[in-house]
């Protein structure tokens, strides 16, 4: 004998709905991560400077309303820390990685669309 469809309706339901989750999660702040950098909903970068160990990388997050493009100094060229070609464009609510930074140096970095835009700007330490 078969279970009522409603019944297996009614499973599928639950399955979905435990799997899925919520996305109510709270946005990210800079404190939670040292490893991050957060365009924040105002359109800034925060913080503006972070210092990490030789070999980690940075997860960048988008919280603003609009895409940004995470770009290694000097504009155009990008050529300063190739770690982060990884990040590229970044749509709002992304997040992405930067590759391994693993030579001791300081990176500067950009919103490419945006390169003279101070609030987009940034710097990376490498220990």
């Known amino acids: 004998m078969r279970p009522p469809r409603s019944f ?3 499973c599928i339901v639950l399955l979905l709905a435990a799997c899925g989750g919520s996305n109510n ?3 990210p702040t800079p404190g939670d991560n040292p490893n991050q950098m957060i365009i924040s909903s105002s359109g800034a970068l925060t913080p503006k400077e972070i210092t990490i160990s030789a070999g980690s990388r940075v997860l960048f ?3 603003h309303s609009r895409p940004h493009q995470i770009a290694s ?3 155009p060229e990008h050529n300063q820390c190739p770690e982060m ?3 590229g ?3 709002p609510g992304q997040r992405r990685e930067s590759g391994n930074f693993v030579t001791a140096k300081t990176c500067g970095l950009h919103d490419h669309e945006e390169f003279q835009n101070t609030a ?3 710097r ?3 220990r």
């Open 120 to 122: 987009l700007m940034g």
């Open 61 to 63: 997050i988008n919280n």
């Open 73 to 75: 100094d000097p504009h």
């Open 8 to 10: 297996a309706i009614a």
């Open 124 to 126: 990376i330490v490498i």
């Open 85 to 87: 070609d990884q990040v």
């Open 25 to 27: 999660a709270p946005s």
């Open 89 to 91: 464009i970044l749509a």
